[in-house]
C-alpha cells in the first residue's frame, strides 16, 4: 500500500505546484475582515477598487484599456451607467441606457472643446428608462482634452457631480503616468540608439598608419590588411538592425586582431576557446569588440614585454558566459567603479561604461559587466548574455561555412 | 551473469561522460585558427547530439523488452519515437529555431508576450521532465541488480548523484560533444553485440519460431519468479516446483499442472523441461505493483496502438531536453537538416531493439514469468554466446545502458533544472542553479525508489502523452495559427496536458486497475490531444480582443528565412 500513496503523492505534487503558481498569479489583497472601523474599512474599499481599476489605465485610453477599467470606475461611483470617451467615440458604455450613446456624444462637444465639467438631462422616449441625467467630467492631460467620463444616474445629484469630477481627476493622472510611460519607453529607445557602439577615431587613424608602412614593403600584407579593415568597418558601420550574433561579433574581433597584431607584432598573443553551442546567441551589436579593444589597450600598457589576451565564450544553461581576460596594468578597483558611475571620463573613450550601460539597457541590471582587476595584476571582465531575451533579434544570419 | 567485466564497463562510461563533458573544449586556440575555433556546430554533430539525448533507457532496453512480451505490435514504439521527428521537422523545427527561443517556456513568451503562459509552460516542463527522468532512474537500478545484484535503488542512486554533481559544478560545458559521443557509445553498444548475436543465432540453425505462440524453453531452465503470478495454462504442463504453487508448499516436487488458471507465489522456484511451452504470466497486482498499461493493450490493442502513435508522434517536439538542442543550429535551414539527420542516426538505432526482443523470445522466454523484460538486452550475450566474449559483450552492452541513463538523465535535469531556477527559485545566479538541480533530481528519484515498477517503455509513453498534449498545441497553433490567444494557449495547455498528467498519475497509483476506464487513461493521449487543440481553438477564438499586438512580426520572424528578416525589420 505503501507504494499506492507514495504514487498519489508523487502524482499530486505537480498538480499543487501548478496550483501554487496560479495561486501567486490570482492572488488578491487579502479582505481586511475585522480590521478597523466601518469607515475605515469602507476606506480602504473604495482605495482597493481604485487600485484595481489603474493598470488598465496606464496603458494609455483605448477601447480595451476602458473596457477594463469601466466596471471598477463605475463601482467607484455607484452609479447605474458609466461611460468613457475619447474625443472621437464612446469607448466603452458600463451599465444600462447604452441607447443614449450617440446622443451623449453630441451633447460632449462644448465640454471636449472647453475641458469644463457639465451636467444635463438626457431625453428619452423609453417609460422606464433608468438614466435620466447625465454629468461630464473631463479626461485632461497637460491642458489637453484627451476624452470624458459621464456618469448617468436616474435624477440630478449634487454628490455624484463632486465625485465624478474627482473619479475623472484621478484617472487623467493614470493617463498623464501613462503619457510618461510612453515618453520614458521612447527616451530608453533613444538612448540605445545614442550609446551605440562608434569604433574610436584612434584605432581608424592607428589602422590606416599600420597599412600605410606595410605599402612598399610589403604590399601583398598592406592588401591583406586594407581587406580586414574594409571588413571591421563594414561590420561597424552597418545600420540595420541593434543585435548581432556572437558569431559575427567574433568575426569582428578578428579582424579588429589582425589589425592590432600587424601594428604590434609579437609582443600581442591571443588564444580563444569557444563553446560552439553559444555562437548564435544573440547580443547587442559591437559589445564585444570595445572590451577586446581595452584588453589590448590594458595589456600593451606602460610595458615593454608580451601582453596575452584570452578569450572565452562558455555554455552555461540558459545562459553564455564571455570572458575576456589580459595580464596587463590592470586597474585601480576604486578609479573603475568611478568610471562605471561616469563620475570621472577616462582617458581613452567611452568603452567600458558604454558596454555596461547598453548591457543593463537590455537585459536588466543584474547582467551588467563583471570586472575583476587590481593595479598591475591584470584584468578579467565578464558578461552573461542569455540566450533568449524577448525582444533581442540578431539581425541577418551567420556568415555561412 | 559475471560482473567482473560489467562493472568496469560502467564506471569506464561514467568517467568517460564526466572527461568528456569537462575537458571536451578545453583546447585552446590562437588567433590563427581563429575559423576553427568558431565554427558553429554542423548539422550532423548537433544531430548525433540530439539522438544521444534522445536515446534513453526506455529505447535502450525497454523496447526489445516489450517485444519480447508481447511480440512485433510493440514495434510502434521505435517507430512512433522516430516518426516524432518527422512532425518536428515538418511543423516546427525551423521556425521554432528563428523563434530565438532557447526553451519551451522561452518560445511561449516569445510568441504570446504573456508571463503566465509562460509560467505555465515551465510547469509543465518540470512535470514532463519528472515522468521523464523516472523510468531513467529505475532503469539504472534494475541493470544495476542485474549485473551485480545490487538492491533496486542503487543504480538510479549512482545516475542521481553522477548527473547532478555535474550538471550542478557545470561540468557539462561541451554538451554537444559528451552527447554526440554517447550516441556512438550507445550505438556501438547494441551494434556489435546483436552482430555476435545474429551470427550466433545462425549457427544455430536460425530458428525462425520467435513469434509462433506460444514460446517454448530451449532447455532445461530454471525460473525463479519475482513476484506472485497468475500462470495461464492452455494445455497442462509438468515442472518441478520448490515453492508454493496454489497455496501449496513443495519443494523439489514434480507438479502435473493441468489447464487453467495457477497462482504462484513470489520466491518460487519453477524447473521447466526442453520443449515446455512457456506460459502466459498475470501479475496478480496487489497494491505495490502498478499495473502495466500494455495489459491493457492486450484488452484493447487497437485503441492502446492509436494512443501510443499519436502520444509519440506528436509527444517528441515537447521534450524539453530535445527542443534546447535545437538552439545549437546557427539557422532555420540548418535546425531542419539537423532534424533530417536525426531521422537517419535514431531510424539506424532502432533496428536493433527489436532483433534483441525477437532473440529474446527464442532464448530467454522464462523473463516473462520473472518479470524483469527491461533485462532481456542485458542477459542475452551471456544467454546465448556465454563465456568471457559473451561476459565482454554483456559488458558493452551495459556501459552502453549506462551511457543511456546518463546522457538522458543530464539532459532533462538540465532542462527542468533550468525551468526551476529561472521561473520559480528567485533568481540571484549560480547558487540558485545548484539548487534547481538537487530538486530536479530529488523527485523523480525519491518516487522511483517508493513508486512500484512501470516497464521503463512505457513510463516514458506516459511523458511522451503528456507533452503531446500541452506542447503539442501549443507549438503548432503558436507556430501557424494567427489567432492564437494568451488566454486560449493556457488554457489548452490546462485543460490538454493537465487532464494527461491527471490520468497518468491515476495510472501510476494503479487506479482503477483494469477494464475500458484503465484503457482511457492508461493511453490518454489519443483523447487528450484533440482535447487541448479544441480547448486551444475555442478559447482563442473567444477571446479575439487577446491576440498579442505583435503576432504579425513575430509570425513573419518564425517563417521568413533569415536572409530577408533585415529587410522585414528596417
Known amino acids: 500500500m505503501s507504494g499506492f500513496l507514495a504514487g498519489l503523492c508523487v502524482a499530486v505534487l505537480p498538480v499543487l505546484a501548478l496550483g501554487v503558481w496560479l495561486g501567486r498569479r490570482t492572488a488578491r489583497p487579502q479582505s481586511l475582515g475585522g480590521l478597523g472601523t466601518p469607515v475605515e474599512h469602507a476606506t480602504f474599499e473604495t482605495l482597493h477598487t481604485a487600485t484595481l481599476a489603474a493598470p488598465p489605465l496606464r496603458a494609455g485610453l483605448t477601447e480595451e484599456t476602458a473596457r477594463k477599467s469601466a466596471r471598477k470606475l463605475r463601482s467607484l461611483l455607484g452609479t447605474d451607467a458609466l461611460c468613457l470617451t475619447d474625443r472621437k467615440q464612446v469607448l466603452v458604455w458600463d451599465g444600462d441606457g447604452a441607447h443614449h450613446r450617440t ?31 447625465a454629468v461630464v467630467a473631463p479626461l485632461t492631460v497637460d491642458d489637453r482634452v484627451h476624452g470624458a467620463l459621464v456618469a448617468c444616474a436616474p435624477r440630478e445629484s449634487a454628490v455624484l457631480v463632486r465625485a465624478a469630477g474627482e473619479v475623472a481627476r484621478w484617472v487623467s493622472v493614470q493617463l498623464e503616468l501613462a503619457d510618461l510611460d510612453q515618453s520614458r519607453t521612447r527616451l530608453i529607445e533613444a538612448e540605445i540608439k545614442a550609446l551605440r557602439a562608434q569604433i574610436s577615431p584612434h584605432f581608424i587613424f592607428n589602422s590606416l598608419a599600420v597599412i600605410a608602412s ?39 574581433i578578428d579582424h579588429y586582431l589582425a589589425l592590432v597584431r600587424a601594428r604590434f607584432g609579437d609582443r600581442l598573443s591571443v588564444t580563444l576557446q569557444i563553446a560552439p553551442e553559444v555562437l548564435p546567441v544573440a547580443l547587442p551589436f559591437l559589445c564585444l569588440q570595445p572590451l577586446v579593444e581595452n584588453a589590448v589597450k590594458h595589456g600593451l600598457e606602460g610595458k615593454a614585454d608580451k601582453c596575452h589576451i584570452q578569450i572565452t565564450a562558455q555554455d552555461a544553461g540558459a545562459e553564455a558566459l564571455v570572458v575576456i581576460e589580459d595580464d596587463g596594468a590592470g586597474m585601480d578597483p576604486g578609479l573603475l567603479r568611478r568610471i562605471l558611475a561616469r563620475e570621472v571620463s577616462p582617458s581613452g573613450g567611452i568603452g567600458l561604461s558604454n558596454v555596461d550601460d547598453r548591457l543593463r539597457q537590455v537585459y ?38 | 551473469m559475471n560482473s567482473h567485466y560489467a562493472v568496469p564497463a560502467v564506471a569506464l562510461v561514467v568517467i568517460a561522460t564526466v572527461l568528456v563533458g569537462a575537458f571536451g573544449l578545453r ?46 505490435d510493440m514495434l510502434w514504439y521505435p517507430v512512433g519515437y522516430t516518426a516524432g521527428y518527422l512532425v518536428l521537422l515538418l511543423f516546427v523545427a525551423a521556425p521554432l529555431r528563428r523563434s530565438g527561443a532557447y526553451t519551451l517556456p522561452d518560445f511561449a513568451e516569445a510568441r504570446l508576450a504573456s508571463q503566465a503562459v509562460r509560467r505555465l509552460a515551465g510547469a509543465f516542463v518540470v512535470g514532463v521532465g519528472w515522468l521523464y527522468l523516472l523510468p531513467q532512474l529505475q532503469g539504472a537500478g534494475l541493470t544495476l541488480t542485474v549485473l551485480t545484484g545490487a538492491p533496486d535503488w542503487l543504480g538510479g542512486v549512482i545516475v542521481a548523484v553522477v548527473v547532478t554533481a555535474t550538471v550542478a559544478a557545470g561540468g557539462m560545458r561541451s554538451i554537444t560533444f559528451v552527447q554526440a559521443f554517447q550516441y556512438w557509445l550507445k550505438l556501438t553498444a547494441l551494434l556489435v553485440p546483436a552482430l555476435f548475436l545474429v551470427l550466433a543465432w545462425q549457427s544455430d540453425g536460425a530458428p525462425r519460431h520467435a513469434f509462433d505462440e506460444p514460446a517454448t524453453f530451449r532447455e532445461q531452465r530454471v525460473v525463479r519468479v519475482g513476484d506472485s503470478i497468475d500462470l495461464k495454462l492452455d494445455r497442462p504442463l509438468t515442472v518441478t516446483v520448490t515453492g508454493t504453487v496454489d ?5 523439489g516436487t514434480r507438479l502435473d499442472l493441468p489447464a487453467g488458471t495457477h497462482r504462484v507465489e513470489r520466491g518460487t522456484r519453477l524447473t521447466f523441461a526442453e520443449g515446455a511451452a512457456v506460459p502466459e504470466a498475470q501479475r496478480s497486482g496487489g497494491g505495490d505493483l502498478s499495473p502495466a498499461p500494455a495489459e491493457s493493450g492486450e484488452e484493447r490493442p487497437l485503441y492502446a496502438t492509436y494512443g501510443l502513435i499519436l502520444a509519440t508522434f506528436l509527444g517528441t517536439m515537447g521534450l524539453p531536453h530535445v527542443v534546447v538542442r535545437f538552439y545549437t543550429s546557427p539557422h532555420g535551414v540548418a535546425a531542419r537538416r539537423t532534424t533530417v539527420a536525426v531521422l537517419g542516426l535514431i531510424g539506424a538505432f532502432y533496428l536493433l531493439p527489436p532483433v534483441y526482443g525477437a532473440l529474446g523470445r527464442i532464448y530467454a522466454p522464462e523473463l516473462t514469468l520473472t518479470g524483469d ?12 554466446i556465454g563465456g568471457v566474449g559473451g561476459d565482454l559483450l554483456g559488458a558493452l552492452v551495459a556501459g552502453g545502458a549506462f551511457a543511456a541513463f546518463l546522457s538522458t538523465a543530464s539532459g532533462l535535469t538540465m532542462a527542468v533544472a533550468g525551468v526551476l531556477t529561472q521561473d520559480v527559485l528567485p533568481a540571484r545566479g549560480v547558487r540558485h542553479f545548484r539548487l534547481g538541480t538537487v530538486l530536479a533530481m530529488a523527485m ?13 517503455a512505457d513510463a516514458v509513453g506516459l511523458a511522451f502523452a503528456v507533452s503531446a498534449s500541452s506542447f503539442c498545441p501549443l507549438l503548432v497553433l503558436g507556430i501557424w495559427w494567427r489567432r492564437l490567444t494568451p488566454p486560449g494557449a493556457a488554457a489548452g495547455m490546462l485543460v490538454g496536458g493537465g487532464s494527461a498528467l491527471l490520468a497518468v498519475a491515476a495510472t501510476m497509483t494503479g487506479y482503477p486497475g483494469e477494464g475500458t476506464l484503465h484503457a482511457l487513461l492508461a493511453w490518454p493521449a489519443l483523447w487528450s490531444v484533440p482535447l487541448g487543440f479544441l480547448t486551444m481553438i475555442l478559447v482563442s477564438l473567444a477571446t479575439p480582443g487577446r491576440v498579442p499586438p505583435g503576432t504579425a512580426a513575430v509570425l513573419a520572424r518564425f517563417h521568413l528565412p533569415e536572409e530577408l528578416r533585415t529587410e522585414v525589420s528596417a
Open chain 2, 247 to 251: 497455496g501449496r508448499t513443495h519443494t
Open chain 2, 444 to 456: 523523480p528519484l525519491a518516487a522511483s525508489v517508493l513508486v512500484g515498477s512501470l516497464p521503463v
Open chain 2, 373 to 384: 523484460t527491461d533485462a532481456a538486452v542485458l542477459l542475452l550475450p551471456d544467454r546465448i
Open chain 1, 103 to 133: 446622443e451623449i456624444m453630441e451633447r460632449l462637444a462644448g465640454p471636449l472643446e472647453t475641458g469644463r465639467g457639465e451636467a444635463f438631462q438626457l431625453t428619452c422616449d423609453l417609460l422606464d428608462c433608468p438614466v435620466r441625467w
Open chain 2, 27 to 72: 583546447i585552446s586556440r590562437t588567433t590563427s585558427d581563429f575559423y576553427v575555433a568558431s565554427r558553429t556546430v554542423g548539422p550532423r554533430l548537433n544531430a548525433a547530439a540530439i539522438s544521444g539525448e534522445y536515446l534513453s533507457a526506455a529505447s535502450f532496453l525497454g523496447i526489445a523488452g516489450l517485444v519480447l512480451v508481447q511480440g512485433p
Open chain 1, 214 to 252: 606595410f605599402v612598399r614593403t610589403d604590399p601583398e600584407r598592406a592588401r591583406e590588411l586594407l581587406l580586414e579593415f574594409a571588413d571591421f568597418t563594414r561590420y561597424s558601420f552597418r545600420r540595420h538592425g541593434d543585435f548581432t550574433t556572437l558569431a559575427d561579433e567574433l568575426h569582428a
Open chain 1, 364 to 401: 536588466g541590471d543584474d547582467h551588467g559587466l563583471v570586472i575583476e582587476t587590481a593595479t598591475g595584476a591584470g584584468m578579467k571582465i565578464t558578461v552573461r548574455l542569455p540566450k533568449y531575451q524577448p525582444g533581442v533579434h540578431s539581425a541577418g544570419r551567420l556568415i555561412p561555412e
